[in-house]
Nanobody, 113 residues
Framework: QVQLVESGGGLVQAGGSLRLSCTAS???????MAWYRQTPGKQREVVAR???????NYDESVKGRFIISRDSIRVTVYLQMSSLNTEDTGVYYC????????WGQGTQVTVSS
């Protein structure tokens, strides 16, 4: 079973940037990978996806501010987050889309105003 480890979160002021990383214990191969965000009282939601062929799509709330990418050996997925605002606060996870692997511990992103 593939294990996922997210990192790179932290506390940042509004307008700032962060880069999240998600490293898998095995290559995720041809799977579509996604970053998910969970906030208190809400379901985990997809904010960005990257498919096997490299095409990406984003939730409207992050479009133009976040960029999802992956490394060439398909072990690590990244999320470059810019122009952060307080609504981006949450715990960020990666997984396949739809989710198939066990969830990692996530990485907390807190944006202060």
């Amino acid at each position: 079973q593939v294990q996922l480890v997210e990192s790179g979160g932290g506390l940042v002021q509004a307008g700032g940037s962060l880069r999240l990383s998600c490293t898998a214990s095995l290559s995720f191969g041809f799977e579509t990978m996604a970053w998910y965000r969970q906030t208190p009282g809400k379901q985990r939601e997809v904010v960005a996806r990257i498919s096997d062929n490299g095409s990406t799509n984003y939730d409207e709330s992050v479009k133009g501010r976040f960029i999802i990418s992956r490394d060439s050996i398909r072990v690590t997925v990244y999320l470059q987050m810019s122009s952060l605002n307080t609504e981006d606060t949450g715990v960020y996870y990666c997984n396949t889309a739809p989710p198939f692997y066990s969830w990692g511990q996530g990485t907390q992103v807190t944006v202060s105003s």
